[in-house]
């Protein structure tokens, strides 16, 4: 299982500053094959990247996504008070699909 | 506008079975993987299982493999998942969620991304006595 590891745990911002989330594979991940996602308690995990800096329908630009090999990163520009949530990281390899544990975007 | 809807969630004793349904509609089910991601309470998101549109292909994590199965009906645009042998470790919110499409600009086809585009709104099952 390629176990993924998020950091920071927590990331304390204000609105209007720029969060970097980053995402680590203990093996290579294929650039098509990573995902991120955010979650807001009581909703559904909502896709924001795919193929690891492609947005999804109706995400704002002011997310994007970088990164090649084990080192990923998901980075918010500007923060909307909309955007206070757990984000979540996934991959895809040898018939597995795995979540990073996730980073909390607090106030 | 694409739609997931689980049903069949609810309270199970250890050891007990239970299966989750998934309608969906508003895309082509057959042409679609599906998968089901798990959240217990006050944990992160868990990949559960997946399934090909086929239905042919399968796959599952070890925490439950042998115990849980996926299937899909193709004719009704719904997926399954049966579960079986719970426990406590199983509580969690369920949710379905359709495999994104992936375009290969070298081949010009699509094919599948193996991330979830669409998701429903999550199914409770809880395992106590």
């Known amino acids: 299982e390629n176990v993924l590891t998020q950091s920071p745990g927590t990331l304390s911002l204000s609105p209007g500053e720029r969060a970097t989330l980053s995402c680590t594979a203990g093996?290579?991940?294929?650039?098509?094959?990573l995902a991120w996602y955010q979650k807001k308690p009581g909703q559904a995990p909502r896709l924001l990247i795919y193929a690891t800096s492609s947005r999804a329908t109706g995400v704002p630009d002011r997310f994007s996504g970088s990164g090649s090999g084990t080192q990923f990163t998901l980075t918010i520009s500007r923060l909307d008070p909309e955007d206070f949530a757990v984000y979540y990281c996934?991959?895809?390899?040898?018939?597995?699909?795995?979540f990073g544990q996730g980073t909390k975007v607090e106030i | 506008e694409v739609q997931l809807s689980e049903s069949g969630g609810g309270l199970v004793q250890p050891g007990g079975s239970l299966t989750l349904s998934c309608g969906a509609s508003?895309?082509?089910?057959?042409?679609?993987?599906m998968g089901w991601v798990r959240q217990a309470p006050g944990k992160g998101l868990e990949w559960v299982s997946s399934?090909?549109?086929?239905?042919?292909?399968?796959d599952y994590a070890d925490s439950v493999k042998g115990r849980f199965s996926i299937s899909r009906d193709n004719s009704r645009d719904t997926v399954y998942l049966q579960m079986s042998s719970l426990t406590a470790e199983d509580t969690a919110v369920y949710y379905c969620?359709?495999?994104?499409?992936?375009?290969?600009?070298?081949?010009?086809?699509?094919?599948?991304?193996?991330?979830?585009?669409?998701w429903g709104q999550g199914a409770l099952v809880t395992v106590s006595s």
């Open positions: 093996q290579s991940v294929s650039s098509r094959y």
């Open positions: 508003g895309f082509t089910f057959w042409d679609s993987a």
């Open positions: 399934i090909s549109g086929s239905g042919r292909k399968t």
């Open positions: 969620a359709k495999d994104g499409p992936y375009y290969d600009f070298s081949t010009g086809y699509f094919s599948s991304g193996n991330y979830f585009d669409h």
């Open positions: 996934q991959q895809y390899g040898s018939s597995t699909w795995t």
